[in-house]
């Protein structure tokens, strides 16, 4: 004897609660094809992927452009990969769906601002977050970036801005890669909370 359809979804178990959203991190710099894909990527592979989602735009962007060779060559030292990188444009949709901006500069994060003034609880230079999340208590993203919009000036004597190394060679992308590297790494373990 066949069971109706109707009773078989009745006794079918009910599908697990929808995960909640992921955190969202947008990673922005000028031109989207040096120091933000590089955070981006490098970030991306040290969370986890169902939990957080990063990605990155440029104020000025080089839409559709990959990543620069340098960058691309300094982001696979740390372990990252550039497969299938396309810079995009900074928008105000972007900026809202974020849970966490991180600039590469202190004009940048201005520029950010003043494109959209509620964003300032969490937009940070990414030096500046890693200093901020060196100092927070806070356990889950949330209430990591929460702190740290309310401590903001702990991190004032701290360096906040990756030099842009575009057009500049191999040893402004390796310093820029290396300073961001090191500020992923404090990012990426206080974000594991």
Known sequence: MTTPKSIVSLMSPKPSPI????????????????RSPVAERLLASRLPASKVVVSSAGVGA???????RYASAELRSYGGDPTGFAARQLTPELIEDADLLL???RDLRSQVLAEAPGALRRTFTILEFAALV???DGTTPDELVKWAGAHRSAAGAVEQDVPDPFRRGAEAHAAAAKAIDEAVQVIAKGLQC
């Open 62 to 68: 080089m839409v559709g452009y990959a990543m620069s």
């Open 103 to 105: 600039t590469a500069t």
């Open 134 to 136: 060196e100092m927070s």
């Open 19 to 34: 995960d909640p959203d992921p955190f969202r991190i947008l990673v922005v710099c000028i031109g989207n094809v040096c």
